[in-house]
């Protein structure tokens, strides 16, 4: 167990619709980092928030938003999705932010868009 | 720019017989590097890094890499598999130098033990 807790594991949705996906950093780790696996395009970085503000941004479509909160989870929000957005979402912690330590990885949310 | 490249998309190893998953990298400057593996259905987990120092890194489960930076290469190594470690490995850099912090992944390696 990494310690980093994900929700929801499964959702199913349809086009055009939106989701939230909620993320729970490790106890004590100040960085959230939102990454999408899918079979394409293998793992793609998306964003990275440290203590509550963007650090930096990776190849996040503008339909996606995320935020980190005060008491340091963090939310990912996809709006008009797309067939194409079918895919595996993870969020993993760090206690810093210059990212020489190790990443901690949550068990994902797996998007199904139908 | 910071890129990964794994060559092989499948690695098949027997039992008991030394295995490497090769990774190359391109950043600029120095780079961190890492290994992570991944089990069904579950997120990736680090296995070990490189940061400075010696060129060979020892990391969990008896696995080890070594950073070859004439080569720009970070393969991974083990000495005698298991069945227990096939899954898929990811290969990721991140530069030094840079002000982007994230970490960027190969696009991972399938390994296969046999018995």
């Known amino acids: 167990d990494s310690g980093v807790t994900q929700t929801p594991k499964h959702l199913i949705t349809a086009t055009g619709q939106r989701v939230t996906l909620r993320c729970s950093p490790r106890?004590?780790?100040?960085?959230v980092y939102w990454y999408q696996q899918s079979l394409d395009q293998g793992l793609q970085f998306l964003i990275q928030?440290?203590?509550?503000?963007?650090?930096a941004k990776g190849n996040i479509l503008e339909r996606f938003s995320a935020q980190q909160f005060p008491d340091l989870h963090s939310e990912l929000n996809l709006s008009s999705l797309e067939l194409g957005d079918s895919a595996l979402y993870f969020c993993?912690?760090?206690?810093?932010?210059?990212?020489?330590?190790?990443?901690?990885f949550g068990e994902g949310s797996r998007l199904t868009v139908l | 720019a910071q890129s990964v490249a794994q060559p092989e998309d499948q690695v098949n190893v027997a039992e008991g017989n030394p295995l490497t998953v090769k990774c190359t990298y391109s950043?600029?400057?120095?780079?961190?590097l890492f290994w992570y593996v991944q089990y069904p259905n579950r997120g990736l987990q680090f296995l070990l890094k490189?940061?400075?120092?010696?060129?060979l890194v020892k990391g969990s489960y008896g696995f080890e890499a070594e950073f070859n930076k004439s080569q720009t290469s970070f393969h991974l190594k083990k000495p005698s598999a298991l069945v227990s470690d096939s899954a898929l490995y990811f290969c990721?850099?991140?530069?030094?130098?840079?002000?982007?912090?994230?970490?960027?992944f190969g696009s991972g390696t399938r390994l296969q033990v046999q018995p």
């Open positions: 993993a912690s760090s206690v810093g932010d210059s990212n020489t330590g190790e990443l901690f």
């Open positions: 106890s004590g780790d100040l960085s």
């Open positions: 928030y440290y203590n509550g503000e963007e650090r």
């Open positions: 950043v600029s400057g120095n780079p961190y």
């Open positions: 490189y940061i400075t120092g010696d060129n």
């Open positions: 990721a850099v991140r530069a030094l130098d840079t002000g982007r912090r994230a970490l960027t």
